[in-house]
């Protein structure tokens, strides 16, 4: 089992709609948690991060993290096409200077 | 532009053959990190250095190796290529060497005939 699980896609929806991302983990020691977004051939983009449990929000944007299910979202308010990309989740635990990846998934965003 | 620097973008060799990546990290930033990218095994985390020294190891195989120099740049070093190893290698550095968020360079594409 890997530590970090994320269903590939590919999501496709249409243009205006929220769009929900999804990691589960199984390290209860993981404390630190970020979302990249990824498109095709460039390096990752930190959206956002979170550290421990509860949301954040940052513009369209809203990380949720709920460390008693092991399981951490990412919402996407009025997708854009432009929003079309991978999104891999990360998490990492205090002291251990590793960032744990997810596979990400494809994200279609339809005009 | 995240301020990370990675070259060359895109290189093409031979199996057998050994490549050096090189990488310029934000400035100011003491941390870089390098992964591997490959369609079936998603960012895979291979080694971090902190201010010229190594603090943690993934699953980088032994045919490849890393070094921070004074100038805070990075080298990873990829020997004895195999087909395998093509994909995308891409650093990321932080300030610290905890878990600070980490910002990405736009990778190095290695492809190995």
């Known amino acids: 089992q890997k530590e970090v699980e994320q269903d590939p896609g590919p999501l496709s929806v249409p243009e205006g709609a929220i769009v929900s991302l999804n990691c589960t983990y199984s390290?209860?020691?993981?404390?630190?948690f970020m979302w990249y977004r990824q498109y095709s051939r460039k390096g990752p983009e930190l959206l956002m991060y979170?550290?421990?449990?509860g949301n954040k929000e940052d513009g369209r944007f809203t990380a949720q993290v709920d460390k008693s299910s092991k399981y951490i979202s990412l919402f996407i308010r009025d997708s854009q096409p432009s929003d079309s990309a991978t999104y891999l989740c990360?998490?990492?635990?205090?002291?251990?200077?590793?960032?744990?990846f997810g596979t990400g998934t494809r994200l279609k965003v339809l005009a | 532009d995240s301020g990370v620097t990675q070259t060359p973008k895109h290189l093409i060799t031979a199996t057998g053959q050994r490549v050096t990546l090189r990488c310029s990290p934000r400035?100011?930033?003491?941390?870089v990190y390098w992964y591997q990218q490959s369609l079936d095994q998603g960012l895979q985390f291979l080694i971090q250095?902190?201010?010229?020294?190594?603090?943690a190891k993934g699953n980088i195989l032994e045919r490849f190796s890393a070094q921070q120099f004074p100038d805070l740049h990075s080298e990873l070093n990829l020997s004895s290529l195999e087909l395998g190893d093509s994909a995308l290698y891409f650093c990321?550095?932080?300030?610290?060497?905890?878990?600070?968020?980490?910002?990405f360079g736009p990778g190095t594409r290695l492809t190995v005939l």
């Open positions: 400035s100011g930033d003491l941390s």
């Open positions: 990321a550095s932080t300030p610290g060497q905890d878990t600070d968020t980490q910002y």
């Open positions: 250095y902190y201010n010229g020294e190594e603090r």
């Open positions: 390290n209860s020691a993981f404390q630190y």
């Open positions: 979170t550290y421990s449990s």
């Open positions: 990360a998490m990492s635990a205090s002291g251990t200077y590793k960032y744990i």
